[in-house]
């Protein structure tokens, strides 16, 4: 019989290998604690990010391994109560939240109510507590069945990207006319683009190689689409920031020193080309400044309140969730190798921008 737990991990220090660990059958829940099977879970170019990020923004300690040198990337995902221990969460209940690439995880949580079930786990003290709630789909109003492909696959990228241009809209755009989006056939760039085309205070320019120029100007969702090798064509004149989903240190001081003091804003969010060299050297026009956001929930939950946050949101991702259904392609894997594989592509950029990878790591044949 398989192991009820297993967990893939990787090298902090080199992505590349990677190992399962068993655990054999889950212990008995404590009083308060809730174990959910991880039913299925996204894999993009953002859990390279959280890679990237793991130590300096804490996303190692989410799901904590127990080799020191390992770590469990977080993925969004959708997971079903199997065994509870808590008085106010349901056998059955099923929750979209952040969860481990694992076959199930166990939670304390330390509330339950309209915003979601919160994870009160020690570990998770100091983190972002957006991404320390499940949110159980029966009171979703934005959960649609025929949507939870999309819903794991971009939502979580999607309020990356809607958190984003709501904070520079927020701030009149620093004067920029035209939105610089790095890697634009990543699925967060295409998101960001289509809200910042959508509002239409400023053009949306998409950045990509020449090999996805066709794939990203077919979307629509940006107003131009210039490859990286042609940018000293854009107007250096015209103010203009950018939105860095790539982390490319080189592609980057290239549009410093092209718009130089036009540059109004460098808002750093991706590291999809992770490989590529960092520049510390001193850049013309605006300081670069890491996006983080949690602080811009924060911000709009208060002077919104959580339920017409919740309403925005909700009403911007199911506009987008819909116009995606015309260009993604959903690919459904289980089991060890195939989750080994779809890492593995994705950390060498290997995966087509137009596919969106979906795994389980219950075989057929695992118990529950």
């Given at each position: 019989?398989?192991?009820?737990?297993?967990?893939?991990?990787?090298?902090?220090?080199?992505?590349?290998?990677?190992?399962?660990?068993?655990?054999?059958?889950?212990?008995?829940?404590?009083?308060?604690?809730?174990?959910?099977?991880?039913?299925?879970?996204?894999?993009?170019?953002?859990?390279?990010?959280?890679?990237?990020?793991?130590?300096g923004l804490g996303y190692w300690r989410f799901f904590p391994a127990g080799d020191e040198g390992w770590g469990r990337v977080p993925a969004?995902?959708?997971?079903?109560?199997?065994?509870?221990?808590?008085?106010?969460?349901?056998?059955?209940?099923?929750?979209?939240?952040?969860?481990?690439?694992?076959?199930?995880?166990?939670?304390?949580?330390?509330?339950?109510?309209?915003?979601?079930?919160?994870?009160?786990?020690?570990?998770?003290?100091?983190?972002?507590?957006?991404?320390?709630?499940?949110?159980?789909?029966?009171?979703?109003?934005?959960?649609?069945?025929?949507?939870?492909?999309?819903?794991?696959?971009?939502?979580?990228?999607?309020?990356?990207?809607?958190?984003?241009?709501?904070?520079?809209?927020?701030?009149?755009?620093?004067?920029?006319?035209?939105?610089?989006?790095?890697?634009?056939?990543?699925?967060?760039?295409?998101?960001?683009?289509?809200?910042?085309?959508?509002?239409?205070?400023?053009?949306?320019?998409?950045?990509?190689?020449?090999?996805?120029?066709?794939?990203?100007?077919?979307?629509?969702?940006?107003?131009?689409?210039?490859?990286?090798?042609?940018?000293?064509?854009?107007?250096?004149?015209?103010?203009?920031?950018?939105?860095?989903?790539?982390?490319?240190?080189?592609?980057?001081?290239?549009?410093?020193?092209?718009?130089?003091?036009?540059?109004?804003?460098?808002?750093?969010?991706?590291?999809?080309?992770?490989?590529?060299?960092?520049?510390?050297?001193?850049?013309?026009?605006?300081?670069?400044?890491?996006?983080?956001?949690?602080?811009?929930?924060?911000?709009?939950?208060?002077?919104?309140?959580?339920?017409?946050?919740?309403?925005?949101?909700?009403?911007?991702?199911?506009?987008?969730?819909?116009?995606?259904?015309?260009?993604?392609?959903?690919?459904?894997?289980?089991?060890?190798?195939?989750?080994?594989?779809?890492?593995?592509?994705?950390?060498?950029?290997?995966?087509?921008?137009?596919?969106?990878?979906?795994?389980?790591?219950?075989?057929?044949?695992?118990?529950?």
């Amino acid at each position: 019989m398989t192991d009820d737990r297993l967990d893939f991990e990787v090298r902090r220090d080199d992505w590349a290998t990677t190992r399962f660990v068993a655990g054999g059958a889950p212990d008995d829940l404590a009083p308060g604690q809730v174990r959910l099977r991880v039913d299925r879970f996204a894999i993009t170019a953002n859990n390279v990010s959280y890679a990237l990020s793991g130590d300096g923004l804490g996303y190692w300690r989410f799901f904590p391994a127990g080799d020191e040198g390992w770590g469990r990337v977080p993925a969004m995902g959708f997971g079903d109560v199997v065994a509870s221990r808590h008085p106010e969460v349901a056998e059955g209940t099923r929750c979209f939240g952040f969860y481990p690439m694992s076959r199930t995880l166990t939670i304390e949580p330390s509330s339950v109510g309209a915003g979601g079930i919160m994870d009160g786990a020690k570990h998770r003290a100091g983190l972002a507590p957006t991404y320390a709630q499940y949110a159980p789909v029966a009171s979703d109003p934005a959960h649609r069945p025929e949507f939870e492909d999309a819903i794991i696959l971009m939502r979580g990228l999607f309020l990356t990207s809607f958190l984003a241009e709501d904070f520079l809209d927020d701030a009149g755009l620093h004067g920029a006319e035209s939105v610089l989006v790095t890697s634009a056939s990543s699925k967060t760039a295409i998101a960001l683009g289509f809200q910042v085309r959508k509002r239409g205070r400023a053009r949306a320019v998409g950045l990509t190689s020449v090999r996805n120029f066709g794939f990203v100007k077919g979307l629509g969702c940006y107003d131009d689409v210039v490859t990286y090798d042609a940018v000293d064509c854009l107007d250096a004149g015209a103010p203009a920031g950018i939105v860095d989903m790539a982390g490319d240190g080189e592609l980057t001081a290239t549009l410093h020193h092209h718009y130089r003091d036009q540059l109004k804003f460098d808002c750093a969010i991706g590291a999809t080309h992770w490989e590529a060299p960092r520049s510390d050297a001193e850049l013309p026009g605006a300081r670069p400044e890491f996006f983080f956001a949690p602080s811009q929930i924060q911000k709009r939950s208060r002077e919104w309140g959580p339920a017409e946050f919740r309403a925005r949101l909700g009403e911007g991702w199911q506009s987008f969730a819909e116009w995606s259904q015309g260009w993604l392609r959903v690919e459904h894997a289980t089991g060890r190798e195939a989750l080994e594989r779809a890492w593995a592509d994705t950390v060498a950029g290997r995966v087509p921008p137009s596919t969106g990878i979906v795994r389980s790591l219950w075989e057929p044949g695992a118990s529950d």
